[in-house]
């Protein structure tokens, strides 16, 4: 039987913390073409543009700290460790920094680089690249990001659809879900909860048991009372 809590959140959660949405207006994003420095093709276009934007942005989350929805979802997680996936498309590392264990980054961490030559990952903090030449694994000088393009592969989907088929109660937070199937996911789960600022066209509102349009902040004492419900009442 599904018995498991899904909590899958998007820029949306860290928005209050001061880190910009995707689709915001203002911070960092405004003054670049996303596909220029978030694809794979505008990466081997200017590679080094590219790396510099990842710079900035690991430089941006240092001073950031987590708000309310990050503690409530570390706490929930804590309350229920067995049974709560904590499942996010953030790049950033608020979830940790608010004490949330074994959190699942979809889209790869901005603290981390990649070795192009033997994938290893590894945490470089706040640093620029610049700072760290070398892979500690391989040695290899060929560095990146670790955060995923547009036009590559996720390998953490694969976690996120074997979650899927456990789900009974899945919660969405903070995602316009123009990059993740978020209705299919809400049709294919018994219970789902969907809170965003606003409502989006890509997102089927009706698909969801309940839907708050607030900021994760205000929303986050229901929703973690909703789920010591749906726990309580023996639902999942
Ligand atoms: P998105 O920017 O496309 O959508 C953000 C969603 O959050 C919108 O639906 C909006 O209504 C909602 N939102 C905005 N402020 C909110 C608030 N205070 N409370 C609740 N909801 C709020 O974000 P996405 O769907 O996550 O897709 C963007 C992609 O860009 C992701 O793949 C992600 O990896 C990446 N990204 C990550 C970060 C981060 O790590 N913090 C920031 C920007 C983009
Ligand atoms: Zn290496």
Same mark, same amino acid.
């Given at each position: 039987?599904k018995s498991?809590?899904?909590i899958l959140?998007?820029?949306?959660l860290?928005?209050?913390s001061?880190?910009?949405?995707?689709r915001?207006?203002?911070?960092?994003?405004?003054?670049?073409?996303v596909?220029?420095v978030?694809?794979?093709a505008g990466f081997?276009n200017?590679?080094?543009k590219v790396l510099?934007?990842?710079?900035?942005?690991r430089?941006?989350?240092?001073?950031?700290v987590?708000n309310?929805?990050?503690?409530?979802?570390a706490?929930?997680?804590e309350k229920?460790?067995?049974?709560?996936y +904590? *499942?996010?498309q &953030?790049?950033?590392?608020l979830?940790? !920094?608010?004490?949330?264990?074994n959190?699942?980054?979809?889209?790869?961490?901005?603290?981390?680089l990649l070795?192009?030559d033997c994938?290893?990952t590894?945490?470089?903090?706040?640093d620029p690249?610049?700072k760290h030449?070398?892979?500690p694994?391989?040695?290899?000088s060929l560095?990146r990001h670790?955060v995923v393009?547009?036009?590559e592969?996720?390998?953490e989907y694969?976690?996120?659809?074997?979650?899927l088929?456990?789900?009974?109660?899945?919660?969405?937070?903070?995602?316009?879900?123009? +990059? *993740?199937q978020? &209705?299919e996911f809400?049709?294919?789960t !018994?219970y789902?909860?969907l809170?965003?600022?606003?409502?989006?066209?890509a997102?089927k509102?009706r698909?969801?048991?309940?839907?708050?349009y607030k900021?994760?902040s205000?929303a986050?004492?229901?929703?973690?009372?909703?789920?010591?419900?749906?726990?309580d009442?023996?639902y999942?």
């Amino acid at each position: 039987m599904k018995s498991k809590i899904l909590i899958l959140s998007g820029a949306g959660l860290s928005a209050e913390s001061g880190i910009s949405t995707f689709r915001g207006t203002n911070g960092l994003w405004k003054n670049y073409n996303v596909m220029e420095v978030c694809s794979e093709a505008g990466f081997y276009n200017d590679r080094q543009k590219v790396l510099d934007f990842y710079d900035l942005r690991r430089e941006d989350i240092t001073d950031k700290v987590p708000n309310d929805a990050h503690y409530m979802i570390a706490r929930v997680k804590e309350k229920y460790p067995d049974k709560v996936y +904590v *499942l996010t498309q &953030n790049v950033d590392d608020l979830l940790e !920094k608010a004490g949330c264990k074994n959190v699942v980054h979809l889209h790869g961490k901005l603290r981390e680089l990649l070795c192009e030559d033997c994938t290893e990952t590894f945490d470089i903090g706040y640093d620029p690249i610049l700072k760290h030449k070398k892979c500690p694994a391989c040695g290899s000088s060929l560095l990146r990001h670790n955060v995923v393009m547009f036009g590559e592969p996720a390998p953490e989907y694969e976690t996120l659809y074997e979650t899927l088929h456990e789900t009974a109660l899945l919660v969405v937070i903070g995602t316009s879900g123009r +990059v *993740l199937q978020i &209705n299919e996911f809400a049709h294919k789960t !018994k219970y789902s909860i969907l809170n965003n600022l606003e409502p989006d066209k890509a997102i089927k509102a009706r698909l969801f048991t309940k839907v708050f349009y607030k900021k994760a902040s205000s929303a986050a004492p229901v929703i973690e009372s909703l789920v010591d419900q749906y726990v309580d009442n023996g639902y999942i």
